[in-house]
């Protein structure tokens, strides 16, 4: 084989790679903004719908969008307006992690607006 040949392969089979990598990592980012948008979307509506201003657990939420315990955290770390609560049992002890929406226009239903520390 020509050398030449072998190069131009080389090259070729360079940029390729490149743009397959640059393609998953593109896909790759795409479905975690996704998930971020599902768990801000499911949060906002439980906002809207209940009496305890949407405060969800982490089983509630693996169950409801058929996410993992690991996708939700992630995507509640990165969201903006997903907050967190830690709930705590009978001791004082942190009991379970709450996820909620807070854009910061929320009142909740029939009471003044209230903060959640």
Do not use: C
């Not at 390729?16 to 801000?40: D, N």
């Not at 982490?58 to 709930?87: N, Q, T, Y």
């Amino acid at each position: 084989m020509d050398t030449s040949y072998l190069e131009t392969l080389a090259n070729v089979a360079a940029v390729v790679t490149a743009l397959v990598a640059i393609f998953a990592y593109g896909r790759y980012l795409w479905e975690r903004r996704a998930k971020r948008l599902r768990l801000e979307k499911h949060l906002a509506e439980e906002r809207d719908t209940s009496d305890d201003m949407g405060q969800r657990t982490l089983l509630h939420l693996i169950a409801h969008l058929g996410m993992s315990e690991a996708d939700i955290i992630d995507a509640a770390f990165r969201s903006k307006v997903v907050k967190r609560k830690v709930a705590t049992d009978d001791k004082g002890r942190a009991d379970r992690l709450l996820l909620y929406y807070d854009d910061g226009t929320a009142v909740a239903p029939s009471k003044s607006r209230r903060r959640i520390y």
